[in-house]
């Protein structure tokens, strides 16, 4: 399993990230505020072993400057990394 850190950070819009599954399992990205609460999921569905890429547009989904958790859980692994948002 692995999560790698959001490129680029800080943003103004879109960042990037990749995660690392090593067998075909249901996969959940979310992503929270600074309070804890989720703003949107980013992936909800049954994922391919190997590594995959995921984006947050902060644009789209209407983000305010702050700071920023995406959370991958999978089979009982979860991993977390944060990212900030600039205007």
């Known amino acids: 399993y692995g999560l790698s ?8 819009d879109v960042v990037n990230f990749t995660y690392t599954l090593p067998a075909t399992q249901n996969v959940r990205i979310s992503l929270t505020n600074v309070l804890g ?5 980013i992936v909800n569905e049954r994922v391919d072993a190997g ?8 644009t789209a ?24 948002v600039v205007k």
């Open 37 to 41: 609460n989720e703003i949107a999921t």
């Open 5 to 12: 850190i959001a490129m680029p950070n800080p943003t103004s």
């Open 61 to 84: 989904l209407n983000l305010a400057p702050g700071l920023y958790t995406y959370t991958i859980t999978s089979n009982g692994f979860m991993a977390a990394k944060q990212f900030i």
């Open 51 to 58: 590594m995959h890429r995921a984006e947050i547009s902060a």
